[in-house]
Every structure is written in C-alpha cells, then in structure tokens.
C-alpha cells in the first residue's frame, strides 16, 4: 500500500497536492467562516475549500442581489433614508434571496465544526499524503512561503496571493470576479477622475449597485491568501519533521524533560 499518494486506501488524509493548488484540513473557527458567508454568500465555503458550493453561492448572490436591489436598499438605508430603502426593493426576488442567505451561513458554520471533527481524527491516523504533483500544464509542491507577500499582492489586486501560493481554482475566481465588479462599477473611472480633481465627476459615474461588492472581495483575498500561507507552511513544517523523523532519526532517540537521552 502507497501512503505517499491519495488514492483512497487510507480512511482520511489531512492534505492533498494538485497541479491545482494545495487542500487541507486544519482547525478553523466556525464563527469567523460563518461571518464570511454572512458578509458575502460562498467565501465561507472557500474558505473550507468547497468550491463548487462557495461558487454557486457567490454567482446566487450576485445575480439576486442585482434583482432584488439589495445594495442599493442598503445606501440608502446608510444615508438614513429608509422610505426609499424599502421603496427600491422587488420583494419578488428579495424572498427568494433569504433563504439561500441563510443557509449559505448556516451551512458554512455547520461545515466548519464537521470538518474540524474529521481533521483531528486524520491528525491521530497520521496517514501520509503527496506532497508534490507534476503535470504537463502546472508544477506544485509543498513549500514555506511569507504570508506578508501573500496579503500584499492581494492588496494589489485579489487573486494574486492565491497565484503566488499555487491556490489555481480561487485566483482565477477571485480575478474574474474582480474584473466583473470593477468595469460594472467603473471605480477605475471613478479613481482617475479622483486624481485628476474631478470629485463630482467621479462620484456621478460610479455604480454603487456594483461598488458594493468590492469591499467584501478585496478583503476575502486578502484573508484567504494569508490565512492558507501560514497554514501551508505549518503543512510543510510538519511534513518535512515526520520524514526527517522516519528516515533520520535513531529509533533509541528520545527527548524527556528537556534533554536528549539516547
């Protein structure tokens, strides 16, 4: 039997290399995946990995939110104008969005604690997981990266962290939905304007419909790129000391209060 690889002979792994990126489990807290899927519907399924449920979430929230005009309900409840928060909202689609808003946090939190559950028993069977992939398209293998650049080139621009620490799937999500929200929004109009003194014109051509998802995507890069670097690091550090344990340490070695005793 090959522990090297993940083909299933083992009943759980705590990580898997692709050419895709690196999957893990660790110890996450269900209270702060939960508040990313309350401040945007599928970055706390990312944020665990579940992609194809974090992406359908993600596009449910945008093309609902557009219909059901819940941003703009929200400007104008921040400029305390309620009657015209309530008026601009088509509660047609605004009942549909509940419910999925709802599960989408609940879902996330109930998420978290199962997975947290499974790492520890995959910590305590100790299997082992490849720790390098090769491909005709894409190289990757577990490595010590600075989180500090991670969290820099997402404050850049988002998906950028995830591409220096190999996470292929979510840096290609991330930049396509960066790229969606900034020429719906215009903010990059809106910030040449803003150089070029022109306050009034750059707050007449933004949208603020599409403005509002921008904040929530800058900072889920920026916590996912740098949460996953310290966490594949740590991955990293505790696979290289489980080899250099089997392959170099003597069997008689041991380290009791402190001193080495052979």
Do not use: C
């Not at 989180?147 to 220096?164: N, Q, R, V």
Request: net charge neutral; aromatic share 16%.
């Amino acid at each position: 039997m090959d522990n090297y690889t993940n083909d299933n002979t083992a009943r759980r792994y705590k990580a898997h290399v692709s050419i895709l990126g690196t999957t893990q489990l660790h110890l996450r807290n269900p209270y702060i995946i939960a508040w990313w899927s309350a401040a945007f519907p599928g970055f706390g399924h990312m944020l665990l990995s579940k992609y194809l449920r974090g992406y359908a979430l993600f596009i449910w929230e945008v093309i609902i939110n557009l219909q059901a005009h819940v941003n703009s309900s929200m400007i104008y409840s921040f400029q305390g104008n309620i009657d015209m928060a309530k008026e601009v909202l088509n509660t047609r689609w605004l009942l549909m969005y509940i419910p999925v808003y709802l599960f989408g946090i609940w879902d996330s939190y109930r998420t978290t604690i199962d997975m947290n559950r499974v790492y520890i028993l995959a910590e305590l069977e100790g299997h082992r997981f490849n720790t390098f992939a090769l491909g005709a398209l894409e190289m990757n293998y577990l490595d010590k990266r600075n989180p500090i650049l991670a969290l820099m080139w997402s404050l850049f621009i988002p998906g950028l962290g995830h591409l220096y620490i190999h996470r292929i799937l979510t840096s290609v999500f991330v930049i396509a939905g960066l790229v969606v929200f900034f020429y719906y929004s215009h903010v990059q109009e809106a910030i040449l304007l803003l150089i070029l003194g022109k306050v009034k014109e750059a707050t007449a051509v933004l949208n603020p419909e599409w403005l509002l998802f921008i904040p929530s995507h800058y900072g889920f890069a920026i916590y996912d790129s740098y949460a996953n670097t310290v966490e594949n690091n740590k991955l990293f550090e505790k696979e290289l000391r489980n080899h250099l344990t089997e392959h170099y340490q003597a069997e008689n070695f041991q380290i009791l209060k402190g001193q080495k005793v052979k």
